[in-house]
């Protein structure tokens, strides 16, 4: 994985890739959604002073005290209409609720902001961005993140060297939106690797590269959880135990509306995925070497 | 997990936990088979002077320059009679052909040796050590090792933390042969976690935690591999596909014989995985979120 060096202290007049190009940086961001990622997204914007203000936007009181308390916002509100103060809104809730949020809060978002959003799957919330927002709404989605939730768990790091998808209607990339530069400027300066793709193939992907593992891994922790001897099966289990269940104590809410969301994708992934397997089982059943190695050979 | 400190350099007369009790130290160790276990644990064993010579059995000349290179043995040789003047016969090779192996160096192996292997199936291995050497064999298998092989990867402090699990008789792990307390000890002294199994019972549970996933992650990894737009799906991939994949990334010779010398207890640890990633689809399929989000939860 690419890991690009973030500057941790932009120095003013000192102006590296990274760095904000004079008068780039947003006034107000409000962010949408304080957990995980909105949480990291306000640290990381926060540390390397990529707005003069983060408001943090969520209806959890205890949240926004906390996301206080760990410098991931500059004050917090309940109330979805503080979002006309910003320049900049980044929706970070769940992803089921996104489009409908998208439609409440576009009465109060200023007229000349910016919009954009990280949630996992991206058809339906790309087009009420378009048809809410037009040429200022930019989706987007950052593949990263970790099997925790919530804002106590936010890291100003996380996006460091990790892929952000941003959705573009150019199948080339050759978006010439100015929206869809500033949010690919402003993904950059987090540090991670913007990756241009329509929302459909953007979907396609993740359903392959991130449901799928995830699905697979909540099946896995469920057939090891089944067994009459699972306490003595953990106890001696290793490294690949580990690496399969890692992401299966992600949240079941957060992921059961991520799953249902990219649906059809997913289903079609993990079609293949059963057909794959079926493969190293039959080799395995008929006990044929040269054909369980052949299949194990990626 | 459990990571024991594991002393670097014994020192004479400070006797601590993990150091070898007093006349405890072996002879000579001899290490059948200097892959990455192999090597790793002559790399363990000479590091924490727990014999005064290992010697290191493998047909590859260019294996026994490199194991000599990396300090992982004292002296190397090709011929299997060499096992003759050990005091502690590991064998580390490929588990297919261990059994046959036991038989040949049966009639080299001094007849007061400690016999023991690191095989990852147990029940025929237990089988040949027990008729061959009786109480002087202790089947072994540390819960350890990457997707990487060859004595090039092998790691001095590779067992440290990591479950070992010793084959016993009693189901209640109240071994009473003296070799099993050895051969206990032994491990403990490589920072390792003994944990006390029967064959069978052995066999089913690394089905489950070991064989299974890997046999997932082969199985995901062609998924990704056979799909069209792979590349596009890799570039845009984070942790969980990471996590999800690393195992596929093992040697296919070492994991069919493995996977087919488990064969009966994986392929019924993977009809049980199937069930419940059925369980998953239909609940996806139906779009029913409750069903969902309670096969998520774990």
């Known amino acids: ?5 973030a500057p941790d202290v932009p120095q003013p007049g000192a102006l590296r890739e990274h760095d904000a190009a004079p008068g780039d940086r947003f006034r107000c961001v409000a962010i949408v959604g304080v957990g995980l990622i909105g949480g990291s997204l306000g640290m990381a914007i926060r540390r390397r002073s990529l707005a003069d203000k983060v408001i943090g936007i969520d209806r959890g009181e205890d949240v926004l005290a906390l996301a206080n308390d760990l410098g991931a916002i500059d004050l917090g509100s309940d109330d979805l209409a503080t ?9 970070a809730t769940p992803v089921g609720c996104l489009p409908a949020l998208l439609d409440s809060a576009a009465r109060h978002i200023a007229p000349d902001a910016l919009v954009t959003d990280v949630g996992s799957v991206k058809s339906r919330i790309a087009a009420a961005g378009d048809r809410l927002f037009g040429d200022r709404f930019v989706g987007g989605h950052p593949m990263a993140g970790s099997e925790a939730s919530g804002v106590g768990s936010a890291l100003p790091e996380l996006f460091v060297g990790a892929p952000w998808a941003l959705i573009t209607h150019r199948t080339d990339g050759a978006d010439t939106n100015p929206s869809f530069a500033r949010i690919a400027r402003l993904v950059r300066e987090l540090g991670a690797r913007p990756v241009f793709l329509t929302a459909e193939r953007h979907d396609r992907l993740v ?4 449901h799928l593992p995830h699905a697979l891994s909540f099946a896995f922790a469920a057939a090891v959880a089944g067994n009459a001897d699972c ?14 269940t890692r992401v299966s104590r992600s949240s079941p809410e957060l992921w059961a509306d991520i799953l249902l969301e990219n649906r059809s994708h997913l289903l079609s992934a993990v079609a293949h995925y059963e057909a794959s397997l079926a493969d190293i089982r039959s080799a395995l059943e008929s006990g044929d070497r040269a054909a369980l190695e052949a299949r194990l050979r990626v």
């Open 207 to 210: 359903a392959l590269t991130s």
């Open 83 to 91: 979002v006309k103060g910003a320049d900049c809104v980044i929706f």
């Open 231 to 244: 306490e003595a099966a953990v106890n001696v289990a290793g490294a690949s135990y580990r690496d399969l």
């Open 1 to 5: 994985v690419d890991q690009p060096a």
